[in-house]
């Protein structure tokens, strides 16, 4: 069955540092790809999307293509900020279902 | 603009009890879910509702029930809480169902432990 597949955490990094959270998915057809985030105490709310091929979402600074050739859509971002502390989750919409990453945990030092 | 709402968000229960999570939104979408997040496991759908009046299984539904009570709202039932239900659980809606663009917008969540 479908399935997203997500660089395990935690991830520390000092401010300003380039970001990136690998994720990789297993899907039939062609799904729409998805990065949420969530913030400490709050529910996930989206941070960005694409829905076909060589489409770039981007959000925040932060941006990820969707590769269908590597069944990726990795997330990055050139500069975080002690902000961007939360947990990333990569995600996928298929036809029947929505598929969730088991998420990254970032931590952004000042 | 409240969004989702769910309550509580914390909650301790002894084994045997039964206790019922509340979510309702306020952005008249039509599809709502409930989802329970546990370390190193993701989110994993436990029910979803198409719309009004219905109500399916998702990924893991043993122990739980669930009411579409009106197209805001849409509660989950424990009605014998094991320890294996201590999660967060999160509430959520979409306008539509399984829809491949669709943005689900979730509640902050319920803490539950169950001793």
């Known amino acids: 069955g479908d399935s997203v597949t997500q660089m395990e955490g935690p991830v520390t990094l000092s401010e300003e540092a380039f970001l990136t959270i690998n994720c990789t998915y297993t899907a039939t057809g062609y799904p729409s790809l998805f990065w949420y985030v969530q913030y400490p105490g709050e529910g996930l709310q989206l941070l960005l999307k694409?829905?076909?091929?060589?489409d770039k979402g981007s959000n925040k600074g932060f941006e990820a293509t969707y590769r269908k050739e590597t069944t990726s859509f990795h997330l990055e971002k050139g500069s975080v900020q002690v902000s961007d502390s939360a947990v990333y989750f990569c995600?996928?919409?298929?036809?029947?279902?929505?598929?969730f990453g088991t998420g990254t945990s970032l931590t952004v030092i000042p | 603009n409240a969004g989702v709402t769910q309550t509580p968000k914390f909650q301790v229960l002894k084994t045997g009890q039964s206790m019922t999570l509340q979510c309702a939104q306020d952005m008249n979408h039509n599809s709502m879910y409930w989802y329970r997040q546990d370390p190193g496991m993701g989110l994993r759908l436990i029910y979803y509702?198409?719309?009004?009046?219905?109500?399916d299984k998702g990924e893991v539904p043993n122990g739980y029930n669930v009411s579409r009570l009106n197209k805001r709202e849409f509660s989950l039932r424990l009605e014998s809480a094991a320890p294996s239900q201590t999660s967060v659980y999160f509430c959520?809606?979409?306008?539509?169902?399984?829809?491949?663009?669709?943005?689900?917008?979730f509640g902050s969540g319920t803490q539950l432990s169950v001793l």
């Open positions: 995600a996928l919409s298929n036809l029947n279902q929505f598929y």
């Open positions: 509702s198409a719309s009004e009046g219905t109500t």
């Open positions: 694409a829905t076909k091929a060589d």
């Open positions: 959520a809606s979409s306008e539509r169902l399984w829809a491949k663009n669709e943005k689900l917008f």
